[in-house]
């Protein structure tokens, strides 16, 4: 404080305001570029984080639980496992979110390293349930996870009263902590027990977000592809008929952009093995990568920051029929596919598409 004291007077002697001015400017600017740095390695470590947590937390952990199961900690192993068993079925039941977890700060930094927008073009009625169908897959579906499992773009304020549930799949539920962390954010087992129970014994106002292309869509997904699956996706229709849930289209702008991967022909060796380690684990291996943690230009597991846009569509009134036909599944089927192809063709060229750009649904 005296040396900054001392160079305020001496600057004072030597006569103008504007030199002093000069002066704060410069120093704020020396300190300027380290807070800059700072943010964007919180940045990186919010990213990295959810990540490696999604990538090993379920297997570390439960390499973990059997280890100290071998020593002088097996108690608390025992009763982690006694609880685990005693709330094994909390996921089906509409889970255990946190709104605290919700809203923590690092999602904060999560979003911005994108950075991440989600848009509302319609509004949504508390009265109605709703099932969000998300595209497309991407990776690690990062969009999806940002403005549906967390507080990061302000979900709830922009859509009062409506409670979303992102649905992902069930085999995580059964690794210890991870299950845990996975229903802090208000997100759920893709399956149609815990789907059913938020439509039909949750009140209104819920919305399930799916990810209808699975995994077999992310053996798709890379820069520049516009690519869905939904032409044989037909399950959530039938879903929302016999719940009478409203039907909303969700894009997502930029989500295959957040690595690059090997995409393997139909009918090759790779890619028959990762059709098969599929259905055996239930999820697709992919061959990608990102940048470096230290250099931008080198390969690694941190995404590309690339902006994601997440747009909400025009809900799509289903009535309750609680066994509907095949031809009714597929007229709402057909008339989902026409409102996202309206809901990609309006907003592709605001956020990065070009004009001629078009969306392929197979």
């Given at each position: 404080?005296?040396?900054?004291?001392?160079?305020?007077?001496?600057?004072?002697?030597?006569?103008?305001?504007?030199?002093?001015?000069?002066?704060?400017?410069?120093?704020?600017?020396?300190?300027?570029?380290?807070?800059?740095?700072?943010?964007?390695?919180?940045?990186?470590?919010?990213?990295?984080?959810?990540?490696?947590?999604?990538?090993?937390?379920?297997?570390?952990?439960?390499?973990?639980?059997?280890?100290?199961?071998?020593?002088?900690?097996?108690?608390?192993?025992?009763?982690?496992?006694?609880?685990?068993?005693?709330?094994?079925?909390?996921?089906?039941?509409?889970?255990?979110?946190?709104?605290?977890?919700?809203?923590?700060?690092?999602?904060?930094?999560?979003?911005?390293?994108?950075?991440?927008?989600?848009?509302?073009t319609h509004n949504l009625l508390p009265s109605r349930n709703y099932i969000f169908g998300y595209h497309p897959h991407g990776i690690f579906c990062f969009g999806a996870f940002c403005n549906f499992g967390t507080e990061a773009t302000g979900f709830t304020k922009k859509f009062p009263g409506i409670k979303p549930s992102l649905a992902t799949l069930a085999g995580n539920f059964r690794m210890p902590v991870l299950r845990d962390y996975l229903m802090s954010g208000g997100i759920c087992p893709v399956n149609k027990n815990s789907i059913d129970y938020l439509l039909s014994c949750n009140g209104t106002g819920n919305a399930v977000v799916i990810v209808v292309g699975g995994a077999s869509e992310s053996?798709?997904?890379?820069?520049?592809?516009?690519?869905?699956?939904?032409?044989?996706?037909?399950?959530?229709?039938?879903?929302?008929?016999?719940?009478?849930?409203?039907?909303?289209?969700?894009?997502?702008?930029?989500?295959?952009?957040?690595?690059?991967?090997?995409?393997?022909?139909?009918?090759?060796?790779?890619?028959?093995?990762?059709?098969?380690?599929?259905?055996?684990?239930?999820?697709?291996?992919?061959?990608?990568?990102?940048?470096?943690?230290?250099?931008?230009?080198?390969?690694?597991?941190?995404?590309?920051?690339?902006?994601?846009?997440?747009?909400?569509?025009?809900?799509?009134?289903?009535?309750?029929?609680?066994?509907?036909?095949?031809?009714?599944?597929?007229?709402?089927?057909?008339?989902?596919?026409?409102?996202?192809?309206?809901?990609?063709?309006?907003?592709?060229?605001?956020?990065?598409?070009?004009?001629?750009?078009?969306?392929?649904?197979?």
């Open positions: 404080m005296r040396g900054f004291a001392f160079m305020v007077w001496g600057l004072k002697r030597a006569g103008t305001g504007s030199s002093i001015l000069s002066a704060l400017q410069d120093l704020s600017v020396a300190f300027w570029p380290c807070r800059y740095k700072m943010e964007k390695h919180l940045q990186v470590i919010s990213v990295l984080q959810w990540v490696i947590s999604f990538l090993a937390m379920g297997a570390a952990c439960t390499v973990l639980l059997i280890y100290m199961f071998c020593t002088d900690c097996w108690l608390i192993s025992a009763i982690y496992t006694a609880w685990l068993i005693v709330d094994w079925n909390t996921p089906k039941r509409g889970g255990r979110r946190s709104s605290w977890v919700r809203n923590w700060t690092v999602w904060t930094y999560f979003r911005d390293y994108f950075p991440i927008r989600l848009i509302k053996l798709q997904c890379a820069p520049g592809l516009n690519t869905v699956t939904l032409k044989n996706r037909k399950g959530f229709v039938r879903l929302a008929l016999q719940r009478g849930s409203d039907l909303v289209p969700v894009y997502s702008f930029g989500e295959n952009d957040a690595y690059k991967q090997v995409i393997f022909e139909e009918g090759t060796y790779w890619r028959t093995i990762q059709k098969r380690l599929q259905k055996i684990i239930g999820f697709a291996p992919c061959l990608f990568h990102g940048c470096g943690l230290f250099f931008g230009n080198s390969w690694g597991i941190v995404p590309y920051g690339n902006p994601i846009t997440t747009v909400v569509g025009e809900p799509i009134t289903v009535p309750k029929i609680e066994d509907p036909t095949e031809e009714m599944v597929d007229l709402y089927h057909a008339m989902y596919i026409r409102s996202l192809q309206d809901l990609f063709d309006r907003y592709k060229t605001r956020f990065g598409l070009k004009e001629s750009d078009v969306l392929y649904i197979q």
